[in-house]
């Protein structure tokens, strides 16, 4: 158990529909990563948060966007949805650990968009 | 941009015996995090063991160890004693830049692991 946790477990939307996920993060850790995992692939880098603000962002349109809270959980919004958003969306808490920083990830969202 | 192989879309092993899962990356950042996490078919990614670039010795945890190679940018994992329930998707990832953490991850295709008894 990583102390993180993602809502909800499984979604389905349409075509064109907007979806919001959500991610707790382990206590004590201050940046979250948002990936998309699409079958039979590795997780795909969307966005990080730290300290509310992104601090970075990956090859994904802005229909992708998100936000931190305070209390350093995250939501990963998605507007207009495609058929191709249809993934596995894992959201990762981190902290640092000497000079590097492993990331905790959490059980997943998975999205069927029909 | 860093990029991160795995060529092995499958393995097999005897319970109870040893197996090596290859990973080899590529940077041109000096500084760099490698990682290998397991993926049940639940979805969860757990976190194995990590080794940083200016590490001089390789990195173990339990029955995990990590084959570093630097100059032949390779990164290894070794399972002893599989047991079944290694049985998973095995992903090598790599993080690189200068200064402190908060990086992104750059992940492989995985390898998928199965343990027979």
């Known amino acids: 158990e990583t102390g993180v946790t993602q809502s909800p477990t499984h979604l389905i939307k349409t075509r064109g529909q907007q979806v919001t996920l959500r991610c707790s993060s382990q206590?004590?850790?201050?940046?979250v990563s948002w990936y998309q995992q699409a079958l039979g692939q590795g997780p795909q880098f969307i966005f990080q948060?730290?300290?509310?603000?992104?601090?970075g962002r990956g090859n994904f349109p802005p229909r992708f966007s998100g936000l931190q809270f305070p209390n350093y959980s995250s939501e990963l919004n998605v507007n207009a949805l495609e058929l191709d958003d249809s993934a596995l969306y894992l959201c990762?808490?981190?902290?640092?650990?000497?000079?590097?920083?492993?990331?905790?990830f959490g059980p997943g969202t998975r999205l069927l968009v029909l | 941009a860093q990029k991160i192989t795995q060529t092995q879309p499958g393995m097999f092993v005897q319970e109870k015996e040893a197996v090596t899962l290859d990973c080899t990356y590529d940077t041109s950042d000096p500084s760099y995090g490698l990682f290998w996490y397991k993926q049940p078919s639940s979805g969860e990614m757990i976190f194995l063991i990590y080794q940083g670039s200016y590490d001089q010795q390789n990195a173990t945890e339990g029955r995990y160890s990590l084959n570093f190679q630097k100059a032949r940018k390779s990164a290894n994992l070794v399972i002893s004693a599989s047991q079944l329930g290694d049985s998973a998707m095995y992903f090598c990832?790599?993080?690189?830049?200068?200064?402190?953490?908060?990086?992104?991850?750059?992940f492989g295709s995985g390898t998928r692991l199965q343990v027979q008894p």
């Open positions: 990832a790599m993080t690189s830049g200068r200064g402190t953490g908060r990086r992104a991850l750059t």
């Open positions: 206590s004590g850790h201050n940046t």
């Open positions: 948060y730290y300290r509310e603000e992104e601090n």
């Open positions: 990762a808490s981190s902290s640092m650990t000497g000079s590097e920083e492993t990331q905790y």
